[in-house]
């Protein structure tokens, strides 16, 4: 048996470009180190914006008001941004703040979804497709696959998953784009592969559109 | 032509069997152990060795195995924990080719008892002898005799020889599959409950019984992998011959941790368990009926080429929960259209509308079931992957007759059938009429529907081996042309 490894994240512009690298498309934006910046960030970018926290301390931004959604002016970012610093402050005391990514929001998709993988002990490493967003684990939906994927399997992972029907024309609309999420699942497979010291991926959620997939949020552990 | 030996093939069909602390107390695992084989088909000698007795049941009874008259191929170990390891000794020391030991109180109990347990496989391995255990019933093999499941036979059912071969980590599990398999279905070629897998354990077992002529379909149940890439291999050659399935037990965190310190291994996520089988292109069960009614399914029927079901009833109530059972499980149920629309509608006075499931009434007969089989799923034409036959067989038209007439059918079709049935007394035997013809029977829809998901997911198993056996051939002659 190995030894437990402390796993840490990789900071998010380390996991974004290791998945860009592999094809892997995130909603545009830039990172910067402080609060004050974050106006002129947002005016180089389309509104609405995202504005999310970024600290070491911070994994599930969610959960922690690390992130604001639905901005409608480089101003209105910037409040944001001094506001969740603010709270940060106050609720972890002395942590570390890595300054605050800017992102143009992406619209509402045809589909949330989770695109996963780990490291198994056993089996090696192994990737997931399913529904995701911020009740992924209520709905249970997760199909794996090993890596590297062969014959199929990334085709056969969307579509034997329980929200596929949601991605195929769903009560009128459109279909989604089956190929570009095979592609972010066969990224995250060769991730895994190519990068041993890659112990966990976790893009969630991934939205679905009719011509694009795009991973909205990314956590990657080594 | 004998095939060439292998790891199994002194567990299974051995020249000889010593029995280290046998008994005449049929309470005592020894003293089961003894009875059993003595009563059965072994047909080689069979040894008790204990020092305590000169003689036991009216044979002799020697003292250790060095004072045996020959070489013992096998022997099995029935004492309690402490003797264990000194018995394993011995038994490496006249050269047996196997040993078993069947008590608990090694890995699983803790880091002495994992201590004494790896001492014992080397012992074994440094001597060339395969250990199967301990902490488990060992093995039972239905053609040869060999049966060390230290259960009496008035507690736990027998099965008669036939194709399924199971193998389980767990011993409860291994006893469940035996007793099922002794009421039903096609019989067993060898039953392997290994335990702590100190030596021997599922890679070996797969390995041996893809080249084993007697197994039809292998029924695997884990709760932890010693080598995942070796599994992987062992379980994706097995697959590629002949039909498994297997239930990794221990899915959630409860049952996870409860597998950790059942056999001292670690569990491992459960979900990552069905991505390896889906690679190795095995079956994945959900629980005990699915694994023993999907093992089933598969040694009496071929894999079902698609999804389409045809579900064929003499009462709506069970076509109607098979529909909805199918819906669940992401089977289709097209209408039944075309000639055979028009030759069932000349058939059956039932037969107003071309609807699935085929609803043939209470008074249909026999003969009832066959035309709409005939007309509907035997054609090459036929829309129908798999057929499931629900008969009432209390109905007053149905009788054993129909077992060879849905046999037949399904055969003629090249695809597989299934059948639901219920019935009281007569039931019985028009389910074993259905069983020895080679048609499963399953007691509600559920199940039903469930063994032909099984029978699906073989044939997609089977049809992914094939493109990858296909890409592989062709990768290689682009390799080829590249060369010359």
């Not at chain 1, 800017?102 to 490493?125: K, N, T, W, Y």
């Not at chain 2, 959630?252 to 597998?259: S, Y």
Request: aromatic content about 4%.
């Amino acid at each position: 048996m190995s030894a437990a490894r402390l796993l840490r994240p990789l900071p998010a512009s380390e996991a974004r470009a290791l998945l860009e690298a592999r094809g892997v498309r995130f909603p545009r934006g830039e990172d910067v180190r402080d609060a004050s910046s974050v106006a002129a960030a947002a005016r180089g970018l389309r509104p609405p914006f995202v504005v999310k926290l970024l600290s070491p301390a911070v994994v599930h931004k969610t959960e922690h008001g690390a992130v604001r959604l639905g901005l409608e002016s480089a101003e209105a970012a910037a409040e944001a941004a001094c506001a969740m610093e603010k709270a940060l402050h106050r609720n972890i005391p002395g942590t570390l703040l890595d300054g605050f990514r800017v992102e143009e929001q992406a619209p509402a998709p045809l589909a949330e979804l989770l695109v996963g993988g780990i490291r198994d002990e056993a089996f090696g490493p192994a990737v997931t497709f399913g529904a995701g967003g911020v009740a992924v684990e209520l709905l249970d939906d997760a199909r794996w696959r090993l890596a590297p994927l062969v014959n199929g399997d990334a085709r056969d992972a969307v579509r034997s998953s329980r929200v596929f029907p949601l991605l195929d024309g769903w009560r009128g609309r459109p279909r989604a784009d089956l190929e570009a999420l095979e592609r972010v699942l066969d990224a995250v497979a060769r991730l895994l592969v190519e990068e041993p010291r890659i112990v966990e991926v976790d893009l969630n959620p991934v939205f679905a559109y009719p011509d694009l997939a795009l991973a909205v949020d990314a956590r990657v552990l080594a | 032509m004998d095939p060439a030996p292998n790891a199994l093939d002194s567990l299974r069909r051995p020249r000889s069997i010593a029995i280290v602390g046998a008994s005449a107390d049929g309470s005592k695992a020894g003293g089961v152990i003894l009875a059993g084989l003595l009563s059965g088909t072994f047909p080689g000698p069979v040894w008790p060795v204990n020092p305590r007795h000169g003689s036991l049941l009216g044979r002799p009874c020697f003292p250790s195995l060095a004072a045996l008259p020959s070489m013992p191929e096998l022997v099995i170990v029935a004492t309690p924990a402490a003797a264990a390891p000194d018995a394993v000794r011995e038994a490496a020391a006249v050269g047996a080719r196997a040993v078993v030991v069947v008590a608990s109180g090694f890995a699983e109990a803790g880091e002495e008892g994992r201590r004494i347990q790896d001492g014992m496989r080397d012992v074994a391995r440094a001597a060339g002898m395969r250990l199967l255990g301990p902490n488990g019933l060992g093995v039972m093999d239905p053609r040869s005799g060999v049966d060390s499941f230290f259960i009496p036979a008035g507690r736990l059912g027998r099965p008669r020889p036939g194709p399924i071969a199971v193998l389980s980590q767990s011993g409860v599990f291994a006893l469940a599959a035996v007793e099922r398999l002794s009421h039903e279905g096609p019989g067993v070629s060898l039953a392997l409950s290994y335990g702590n897998r100190a030596d021997l354990g599922e890679s070996d077992a797969l390995e041996a019984l893809a080249d084993d002529p007697g197994t039809g379909a292998v029924a695997l149940v884990m709760e932890s992998v010693d080598d995942g890439p070796r599994f992987l291999h062992a379980a994706a050659r097995c697959a590629a011959l002949k039909p498994v399935v297997a239930l990794k037990c221990g899915r959630g965190e409860a049952g996870a941790a409860a597998v950790r310190s059942h056999t001292g291994a670690l569990a491992g996520r459960a979900a990552i368990y069905g991505a390896a089988f889906h690679r190795a292109g095995v079956v994945e069960a959900r629980g005990l009926d699915d694994l023993l009614d999907g093992a089933k399914a598969l040694a009496m029927q071929p894999p079902a080429p698609g999804r389409r079901l045809l579900v064929v009833t003499n009462g709506g109530g069970f076509g109607a929960a098979c529909a909805d059972a199918a819906a669940a499980e992401g089977l289709d149920l097209p209408p039944v259209a075309g000639t055979a629309a028009t030759a069932l509608r000349e058939r059956l006075a039932s037969f107003a509308s071309p609807r699935n499931p085929v609803d043939v009434t209470a008074v249909a007969a026999d003969g009832d079931f066959g035309a709409v089989l005939d007309a509907a799923f035997v054609p090459a034409g036929s829309p129908f992957d798999a057929a499931i036959v629900s008969c009432l067989s209390a109905a007053p038209g149905i009788t054993e007759g129909i077992a060879r007439r849905i046999a037949v059918a399904g055969r003629e079709a090249g695809r597989p059938v299934v059948a639901l049935h219920l019935g009281g007394a007569r039931g019985v035997a028009i389910g074993r009429a259905l069983e020895s013809a080679g048609v499963p029977v399953y007691p509600t829809p559920e199940r039903a529907v469930a063994a032909v998901r099984a029978l699906v997911l073989r044939g997609e198993a089977v049809a992914r081996t094939r493109v990858a056996t296909r890409a592989g051939r062709r990768r290689a002659a682009r390799h080829e042309a590249v060369l010359s």
